[in-house]
C-alpha cells in the first residue's frame, strides 16, 4: 500500500513509491495488494495513464492483469483495448488471465469475440504470436477449438502457421501428459 500511495486520501496526488521497498520485491508488493483486495483494482489502473516508466508501469499492469475475481474479468481482458496501453503491453492482461485456469474460460470467450480489436492493436507481424496465448489449455478439445479458431488466419496473419502449430502442441503434450498420470496422481491424492 506504501509503494503505491493508497493511503492518500488525495487520489489525484498519488504516485508509485517504488523506494519503498526492496526493487527485488517490487512487483510482488503490488501483486500482493490486489490479491489481498481487488477492490483497489480500480485505484491501481488509474496509475497506468500517467506512468513512463516502463518497468513500473510493467509491475502495474501485471498486478492488475493478476487478478482472478470474476466480476474484474471483462475490466481487466478490456485494459488491452485501451490506448493507454503500449503496443508491447497489449497482450499482457489477455495472457495473464488465459493462464489461469480460474479465468482461462472466460478469457477465451472475451478474446473470440474481440479477436478483430486485439489483432489491430498489434503490428502485422506480431499478430501470429495471439496463436500462443491460450496454450495453457490440456485437452484435445481445446486443441480443436483452438485450430478452428485460429487455422482459418494463418493464411493472411504472418508467423500464425507456426505459433499454431506450437500451441496446439503445447495442448496435445498437456493433454497426453494428464491421461497417462491422471489414475496415478488420484491414487496419490485421493479426495
Known amino acids: 500500500r506504501a509503494v503505491l500511495d493508497l493511503d492518500n486520501p488525495d487520489k489525484r496526488s498519488r504516485r508509485v513509491h517504488l523506494d519503498k521497498i526492496d526493487p527485488d520485491l517490487a512487483g510482488l508488493a503490488l501483486f500482493a495488494v490486489l490479491q489481498r483486495d481487488a477492490s483497489e483494482w480500480a485505484d491501481v489502473a488509474a496509475f497506468l495513464s500517467p506512468e513512463n516508466d516502463s518497468t513500473t508501469r510493467h509491475y502495474i499492469l501485471?498486478?492488475?492483469?493478476?487478478?482472478?475475481?470474476?466480476?474484474?474479468?471483462?475490466?481487466?481482458?478490456g485494459l488491452a483495448l485501451e490506448p493507454?496501453?503500449?503496443?508491447?503491453?497489449?497482450?499482457?492482461?489477455i495472457a495473464a488471465q488465459a493462464n489461469d485456469s480460474r479465468t482461462r474460460d472466460a478469457a477465451w470467450?472475451?478474446?473470440?469475440?474481440r479477436?478483430?480489436?486485439?489483432?489491430?492493436?498489434?503490428p502485422e507481424e506480431r499478430r501470429g504470436h495471439l496463436a500462443r496465448v491460450f496454450s495453457s489449455y490440456c485437452s484435445e478439445e481445446k486443441a480443436q477449438e483452438l485450430d478452428a479458431f485460429f487455422?482459418?488466419?494463418k493464411?493472411?496473419?504472418?508467423?500464425m502457421e507456426r505459433a499454431l502449430a506450437q500451441s496446439l502442441e503445447?495442448?496435445?503434450?498437456?493433454a497426453a501428459r494428464k491421461a497417462a498420470h491422471e489414475?496415478?496422481?488420484?491414487?496419490?491424492?485421493?479426495?
Open 155 to 159: 493464411s493472411h496473419t504472418p508467423g
Open 115 to 122: 479477436y478483430d480489436a486485439v489483432a489491430a492493436r498489434l
Open 84 to 93: 493507454r496501453l503500449k503496443v508491447n503491453e497489449v497482450v499482457t492482461p
Open 62 to 77: 501485471s498486478a492488475l492483469s493478476s487478478v482472478h475475481d470474476p466480476a474484474l474479468g471483462a475490466k481487466i481482458l
Open 109 to 113: 470467450a472475451w478474446f473470440q469475440q
Open 183 to 191: 489414475e496415478s496422481a488420484k491414487k496419490m491424492f485421493p479426495q
Open 151 to 153: 487455422g482459418p488466419k
Open 170 to 174: 503445447s495442448v496435445r503434450l498437456c
